[in-house]
């Protein structure tokens, strides 16, 4: 009893070093698991969030002094318990086998409490967490930063001496996956629906926004302010509710209905994410890659007067990605836009570029304003297409196959003799 009271002072100090130790690394977990819209969001908040944002700005500083001092408290716990362990087995009856288990205690408390179960509870609420450590966090980060010329040079001589002919590897270019498509073709290394997804990711960066978008007229938007009765019970066609203006009919922000419930605020455009603004030329690889990096669902595709032509949604993206076949609903991949039926007559979507379906089928079309299919069709009938409409385009007969509700609509294109005849 005696010596357990002896050990006791080593506890209690083993004790608060976990729970630092369990500060750094829960920290560390939570902040670095942010995603781009909560770091925006602590940019903006309390001085506590702006605190942990700026933090975040130079993220090698930060883990170079959280990794500090883990160090150091973790060599400091190991040290008491070790002093703790050789007193418990100075005793007489059974110290050793007191001494083995509690070292064995010692380490299975300090990885479950200071790194299984703080990273655990960070990555769940990294946002109120990263709030609240912001402050002492920053203190503690600022105590290092007399040692940080040090522990920097430290790292690169370290680097140096164990790899010294390490040399970062090229980022990977379009003409790397093609390759890798091909090879896959030979040895059977990927299945065929991984080996079309490739290819749909490769030929991203062949298509312009404004083959892929939904045009003006295929989309609805809602001038402020909005309520959930304005949808009339009904589902938007890009599952976005889109809110322009207040004083124009420009998109301006977004909201994903299936993140809203029905019972909610009137005023729905306060809850808008801001849309990201593309020109009608950008590739769809690099509105992807905005999207991402902005943290953007909604694009809004302009042409060279500012205006807004058409929209383009990460779930379009996401659906022109990972679509292999003409599933019902379903945007069919890049490669299927255009399927040839027979001599002179082809099946393709309405969200096809006119432009890219005249240099497919190698005819001159007259200049429209409309740039897709669906457009093409939507000013000619001053509606929505319906299975049955047609319309003529020079050389080209269009005539509307299906138009479902969800979906995209099919179109049977001709060439015929149309131009030549009016002549």
């Not at 992807?288 to 809004?300: G, I, K, N, T, Y």
Request: hydrophobic letters at 45%; charged letters at 20%; glycine letters at 4%.
């Amino acid at each position: 009893m005696t010596l357990f009271l002896d050990i006791v002072p080593h506890l209690i100090a083993m004790s608060v070093l976990i729970a630092c130790s369990a500060f750094f690394s829960g920290s560390e977990a939570a902040l670095f698991f942010l995603r781009p819209r909560e770091r925006r969001q602590l940019r903006e908040g309390t001085p506590a969030d702006r605190a942990a944002a700026r933090l975040l700005n130079d993220p090698d500083r930060l883990l170079s002094a959280v990794l500090f001092w883990n160090l150091v408290i973790n060599v400091t716990y190991f040290a008491l318990a070790s002093i703790a362990a050789m007193d418990l087995g100075r005793s007489e009856a059974g110290g050793q086998w007191q001494a083995v288990l509690f070292a064995f205690v010692s380490l299975l408390a300090i990885i479950f409490f200071s790194e299984m179960l703080p990273k655990t509870v960070a990555v769940l609420s990294a946002r109120r967490i990263s709030s609240l450590v912001g402050i002492p966090l920053a203190i503690a980060v600022r105590a290092v930063d007399p040692l940080m010329p040090g522990l920097r040079t430290i790292t690169l001589l370290s680097r140096r001496l164990i790899l010294p002919r390490f040399v970062p590897e090229p980022y990977l270019e379009v003409s790397d996956l093609e390759r890798a498509i091909e090879i896959s073709k030979t040895d059977a290394s990927l299945t065929e629906p991984e080996r079309q997804v490739l290819q749909n990711i490769v030929s991203l960066s062949d298509i312009r926004v404004d083959e892929w978008m939904r045009p003006r007229m295929q989309f609805l938007a809602f001038r402020p302010p909005v309520t959930f009765a304005d949808l009339e019970g009904q589902l938007t066609p890009s599952g976005y509710l889109l809110i322009t203006g207040a004083d124009n009919d420009e998109v301006a922000g977004a909201i994903a209905l299936r993140q809203m419930s029905p019972v909610g605020p009137d005023r729905l455009e306060r809850y808008a994410e801001p849309v990201l603004y593309l020109p009608w030329c950008t590739s769809v690889a690099n509105a992807l890659h905005q999207m991402v990096s902005r943290d953007r669902e909604v694009a809004a595709v302009i042409n060279e007067l500012g205006e807004t032509v058409g929209i383009l949604t990460y779930d379009d993206l996401l659906s022109a990605i990972f679509t292999t076949t003409h599933e019902s609903g379903l945007r069919p991949s890049v490669r299927e836009a255009i399927r040839s039926v027979s001599e002179d007559v082809w099946e393709v979507t309405g969200m096809i570029s006119l432009r890219r379906l005249a240099r497919r089928l190698g005819v001159t079309v007259p200049a429209s304003r409309s740039v897709t299919v669906s457009g093409i069709l939507q000013d000619s009938l001053q509606r929505l297409p319906q299975q049955g409409d047609s319309c003529q385009l020079g050389p080209l007969q269009f005539d509307v196959i299906a138009a479902p509700e969800r979906g995209q609509l099919l179109v049977r294109v001709t060439l015929s003799d149309f131009a030549e005849d009016t002549e």
